[in-house]
């Protein structure tokens, strides 16, 4: 007998959250003051919550126990010091500069290295990454490989960079008006898609020969070397630790999200290799964010940070933590749900151009099948097309190629269950998708607009 060899969660569980059921009428009820945006119901009136996988994690009895040792100084808290001896040791990177989350590092770090006019390449945009690097007068310049933009392509490694693309655009302008290309691991808007370090490397060794700096976003990075292990040639045997390390190796700083691989509620950091450029950041971060060893977190957030930063390069927390997710695919593939191939890391890519074909892209898919799915079940996800790409600093609307609705799934949450659950819920909507009409979007907020703004049925 062939007998399988299922993956399971490494931990059990001590303590639980009820979560509230609602009714048909109250869903629809909520959706409608919601302005048919999902970032705008109340999160009680949510049933299974995939909006996000940041702030959102489950953290561990080891996480907890951490915050009951902060230590509340206002300056140079020992968790600070723990947090950047961690930070050396995982990821080899020199210099700390504590954040409150993610958007706090990418605004101190746009606000150093850019200059009016700089074109910033990256793999793919990210919705604060971009914005930060636009507001600092910077032009984001998408350099990632074609197929990354086609739902439906195989490529094992989605996130990777076209050299091509780069070499054009240091022809074009210059080495000296690219002040660092923004590379980040598990590129969410193309559906969680991994780089791998085969072209990482490369893509290294060309910056280097140009004096052109490379700085990560790792906010996945530990998913994005699962991957590696499992997909890249000679790295099978290789522990994500380790493949970690390498990654940052190429590299020459980063900014972190804590909230997400990290399983913290709130935290993130940037972190450099160049004194100088640490110098200034820790000038910076006094102004926006706090001192410089706590920079906007407290010292019971440092702590559960060092050590959830410690348990994400686990390889069975990753084993389970992307299992989960390879499950929620295969059953939305059964029901023959068109979804982002390959599945990525973080959560489940519903193609809704594919989904609802007879919608134009300004009658908002994904919005539309967002706000279907939360009236069908109170499952909420998140839109990522048309609205989350937002408008150019002309005015006009970005339309990306991909348009898409992420079922994110929170780390060591959610069960097995909750995943057939979210499958059949989507299914029952894709039985009746012919019958769903578009939106109008009624209210548009001047940045970020998909957070707030407010939608119609047409
Ligand atoms: O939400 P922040 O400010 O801690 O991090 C910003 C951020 C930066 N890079 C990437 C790749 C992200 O995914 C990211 C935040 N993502 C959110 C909130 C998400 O729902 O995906």
Redesign the pocket.
């Known amino acids: 007998m062939n007998i399988k060899k299922s993956w399971a969660e490494p931990y059990k569980i001590k303590m639980v959250e009820l979560i509230k059921m609602t009714t048909p009428a109250q869903r629809k009820k909520a959706m409608k003051d919601a302005g048919y945006n999902t970032f705008l119901l109340k999160s009680e009136d949510v049933y299974i919550d995939l909006?996000?996988?940041?702030?959102t994690n489950a953290m561990s009895d080891e996480q907890w126990a951490g915050m009951m040792r902060g230590d509340e100084a206002y300056a140079g808290s020992k968790n600070f010091y723990h947090l950047e001896r961690v930070i050396q040791e995982v990821y080899g990177y020199k210099y700390l500069v504590p954040t409150h989350?993610?958007?706090?590092?990418?605004n101190i770090l746009s606000q150093i290295m850019i200059k009016k006019g700089d074109i910033v390449p990256g793999n793919m945009y990210?919705?604060?990454?971009r914005l930060h690097q636009e507001l600092a007068g910077g032009i984001f310049a998408d350099v990632i490989i074609d197929e990354a933009h086609n739902s439906e392509s195989e490529h094992p490694f989605k996130g990777d960079i076209d050299l091509n693309k780069v070499e054009a655009l240091i022809k074009k302008h210059g080495a000296k008006k690219i002040p660092y290309i923004c590379v980040?691991t598990?590129?969410?808007m193309a559906g969680g898609q991994p780089i791998s370090l085969k072209n990482l490397k490369e893509l290294r060794k060309l910056t280097k020969q140009h004096g052109i700096k490379i700085m990560l976003?790792m906010?996945?990075i530990a998913e994005n070397a699962y991957f590696i292990q499992q997909n890249e040639k000679g790295y099978a045997e290789v522990p994500i630790v380790k493949i970690v390390r390498e990654i940052c190796n190429q590299t020459d700083g980063a900014?972190m999200?804590?909230?997400?691989d990290a399983c913290v509620n709130i935290?993130?950091f940037l972190a450099l290799n160049d004194w100088d450029t640490f110098e200034e950041a820790r000038n910076l971060i006094v102004v926006y964010e706090g001192l410089h060893t706590y920079g906007g977190m407290a010292g019971r957030d440092m702590e559960a940070l060092a050590i959830g930063l410690l348990e994400s390069v686990d390889d069975h927390h990753m084993n389970a933590r992307v299992g989960q997710v390879h499950y929620l695919g295969q059953q939305m593939m059964q029901y023959n749900i068109p979804i982002v191939q390959p599945i990525g890391g973080?959560g489940i890519f519903v193609d809704a151009k594919k989904f609802l074909p007879h919608l134009t892209q300004d009658q908002f898919p994904a919005q539309t099948l967002a706000a279907e799915v939360y009236l069908d079940s109170g499952i909420r996800t998140?839109e990522r097309g048309i609205v989350s790409a937002g408008r150019k600093a002309n005015g006009e609307n970005y339309y990306p190629k991909l348009e898409l609705v992420?079922f994110?799934l929170p780390r060591r949450v959610y069960t097995q269950a909750h995943m057939d659950v979210i499958a059949e819920s989507t299914a029952r909507v894709f039985e009746k998708r012919n019958k769903i009409k578009g939106m109008k979007m009624i209210y548009e907020p001047k940045y970020l607009r998909f957070f707030q703004a407010r939608f119609e049925k047409l």
Do not use: I
């Open positions: 909006l996000t996988d940041s702030g989350q993610g958007r706090g590092a990418e990210f919705t604060t990454t980040a598990t590129v969410n976003d906010t996945r900014t999200s804590g909230k997400k935290g993130g973080h998140m992420r994110t």
